[in-house]
């Protein structure tokens, strides 16, 4: 199961980048730049009902097919 992390969302680049996290929970505005997650990141899901603002789920590909 998964572990909740509160993080400040400017450090989700670097935490997905060094496996700190293996997943965020972000607004559309985050994925691109200026955070630019989308370079960290190989899946997104988009649209999801946990809030009324666009979401997209990151995750690292090696924690997604472990």
Do not use: C
């Given at each position: 199961?998964?572990?909740?992390v509160q993080m400040d969302p400017?450090?989700?680049y670097t935490a997905l980048s060094?496996?700190?996290?293996?997943?965020?929970?972000?607004?559309?505005?985050?994925?691109?730049?200026?955070?630019?997650l989308d370079e960290v990141a190989?899946?997104?899901?988009?649209?999801?009902?946990?809030?009324?603002?666009?979401?997209?789920?990151?995750?690292?590909?090696?924690?997604?097919?472990?």
């Amino acid at each position: 199961g998964g572990v909740p992390v509160q993080m400040d969302p400017t450090e989700h680049y670097t935490a997905l980048s060094t496996g700190t996290i293996d997943a965020a929970i972000s607004s559309i505005n985050n994925i691109m730049p200026p955070w630019n997650l989308d370079e960290v990141a190989d899946y997104a899901i988009v649209n999801t009902p946990a809030t009324f603002n666009p979401v997209f789920y990151i995750m690292n590909k090696d924690r997604y097919n472990s």
